[in-house]
């Protein structure tokens, strides 16, 4: 079974700085590596698909990058309507799995 | 706009079945370019993925789960659903029904999630 390591577990940075997360694949999984942003209370919201495509209708200042077992992602200006906990998600097609990274606590300094 | 609905009891006592189901509208969960999958969340813990089903029937359930774990399709109704067996308290969590493409993984449409505790 892959496994996805996400780090940091938490993290707490000031309004307008830049931001990285990291997520490491125990094997190659190529490009399958997605991003999501989960707010309290609410379903985890897709932000960036294939490592580094951004979703329609999310804002510029989220990047994803990477491929085969070492991915990133960066806020590049933190703002305040991101405190969220991300996670990274990488699947698998034959057989179809999925797995997800431990998550990264986005707070406010 | 494909929406995704779970439903279900939200307290089930220990050594009995979780039993829940996904409600479909704005799609047909008939599709070969898609699967239905249910993701969980223990209460202030991670995402963690139980099983998957596609159209023909087949599926494929994370193997942490595996014996316990079983999901069908009811295409009259449009719906998905998922029973997992012999519950302890670590089953607690939100279950989020997700679809997503064969090709891609991305999970681009969730449900709402529901609350199921597992508790005497």
């Known amino acids: 079974d892959i496994q996805m390591t996400q780090s940091p577990s938490s993290l707490s940075a000031s309004v307008g700085d830049r931001v990285t997360i990291t997520c490491q694949a125990s094997e190659d999984i190529r490009n399958y590596l997605n991003w999501y942003q989960q707010k309290p209370g609410q379903a985890p919201k897709l932000l960036i698909y294939h490592a580094s495509n951004l979703e329609t209708r999310v804002p510029s200042r989220f990047s994803g990058s990477g491929s085969g077992t070492d991915f990133s992602f960066t806020i590049s200006s933190l703002q305040p309507e991101d405190v969220a906990t991300y996670y990274c998600q990488q699947y698998h097609n034959l057989p179809p799995t999925l797995t997800f990274g431990g998550g990264t606590k986005v707070e406010l300094k | 706009q494909l929406q995704l609905q779970e439903s279900g009891p939200g307290l089930v006592r220990p050594s009995e079945t979780l039993s829940l189901i996904c409600t479909v509208s704005g799609g047909s969960i008939n599709s070969s370019t898609y699967y239905w999958g249910w993701i969980r969340q223990p209460p202030g813990k991670g995402l963690e993925w139980i099983g998957t089903?596609?159209?023909?029937?087949?599926?494929y359930s994370n193997p942490s789960l595996k014996s316990r774990v079983t999901m069908s399709m009811d295409t009259s109704k449009n719906q998905v659903s998922l029973n997992l067996r012999s519950v302890t308290a670590a089953d607690t969590a939100i279950h989020y029904c997700?679809?997503?493409?064969?090709?891609?993984?991305?999970?681009?449409?969730w449900g709402q999630g529901t609350l199921v505790t597992v508790s005497s």
């Open positions: 089903i596609y159209y023909s029937g087949s599926t």
């Open positions: 997700v679809r997503y493409s064969i090709m891609e993984g991305v999970l681009n449409y």
